[in-house]
């Protein structure tokens, strides 16, 4: 058989956008994860609290809220109608972004993490942004 002219399956937009926040999700899990086994990670957090003037526990919900939007990501990436899907998905990536910069870690396992979900979330903003409504 020649598989050169073997038509091959377009994936939906919906699901590669959806499976791309899974992607980004268990990054987001692993580097947090593997930043809890490093000595010191406590005090560092504690540093960050205050020369940010939060406390602890408002810097852990705005964490949780950032990853509570990417796991919210995963469904509605493939319920959302088309125009606010592309949006949400562009919004929440940059968004996500952001968090991912301005909570970094100098930590090379954290670095390298941090950049496979860059990668992921580039990919979330290309592919949103070239979608088109074909049902329209």
């Not at 602890?56 to 809220?65: D, K």
């Not at 968004?95 to 990919?123: D, K, N, Q, R, W």
């Amino acid at each position: 058989m020649n598989t050169s002219t073997t038509p091959t399956k377009k994936i939906d937009t919906r699901v590669l956008l959806s499976t791309l926040w899974i992607v980004v999700m268990i990054n987001m899990l692993k580097a947090d994860i593997l930043s809890l086994n490093i000595p010191g990670a406590a005090e560092e957090l504690a540093r960050t609290a205050t020369s940010t003037g939060a406390s602890i526990p408002q810097l852990m919900l705005g964490g949780a809220i950032i990853m509570e939007m990417a796991i919210a990501m995963i469904i509605l990436s493939r319920v959302l109608k088309y125009g606010i899907n592309r949006w949400a998905n562009i919004i929440v990536s940059l968004i996500t972004i952001a968090f991912i910069i301005g909570g970094g870690a100098s930590y090379p396992h954290y670095i390298f993490i941090a950049a496979v979900e860059m990668i992921c979330l580039l990919l979330i903003i290309w592919f949103a942004w070239k979608w088109r409504n074909v049902e329209a």
